[in-house]
């Protein structure tokens, strides 16, 4: 974990402790153990099958059947169902994007929208508001009467992460967030990602390019057939060629 500016350890906002996950019969996680304190942004890396958005759907509780303890922000997550996950506040962006294709830009953000949130020790957490989603992500501030269908995939990936700020979420869980976009829509997202963490949210992001995790994550967890086989500062891991080789090449 990183320390805050007066040398203190920040306590984790999530914690995952010997999470297993089964899709049917198959046994997908083994044990994965994490952290992601207040304002850190941490990347789940690993190759594709590797259980990276098995692991965000676990936290989330869709789809695989689970045990082990999650706890977000002192909250046990083993037997929530996702929209109790939501209202917690940990929101979630898929790599299918998800959106409603027929609502315009503007009006599948107000679907996103819940109430303002407070920190436990009573500071006011990120309050999202279209105005400041337009300054966020400003490709989708002209766009707010076109529907949703019509804009570009990587215009749809940023939508998606935009509805889920709207339910002002103290923690984003992003999966894939780099993949199939253009290298505009990929600095838009390395600026938000950074925004957010200024602003003392956090960030679990599923990711494959260790190019853009170096440009946003703090500390680096790799993943291979479903088990942690790595964990360390994002720095270490990028100089790291044994373990890039071992788990991350393709």
Known sequence: MRQAHDGTVPAPLLTLSGVNAWYGAAHILHAVSLEVGQGEVVALMGRNGAGKSTT??????????????IRFMGHALEKCQPYEVARLG????????????????????????????????????????????DELFPNLAGMKERPAGAISGGEQQMLTVARTLMGNPYMLLLDEPSEGVAPVIIEQMVAMILTLKSRGASVLLSEQNIHFARLVADRAYVLEKGAIRYSGSMSELAEDEQVRRSYLSL
Not at 56 to 69: E, H, N, T
Not at 91 to 117: C, S
């Open 56 to 69: 965000l759907k676990a936290i989330m509780g869709l789809g695989p059947r689970r045990d082990g303890r």
């Open 90 to 133: 940990l929101g979630y962006v898929p790599e299918d994007r998800r959106i409603f294709t027929e609502l315009t830009v503007k009006e599948n953000l107000i679907t996103g929208r819940q109430a303002n949130r407070t920190w436990p020790d009573g500071r006011p957490g990120l309050n999202w508001t279209v105005q400041a989603i």
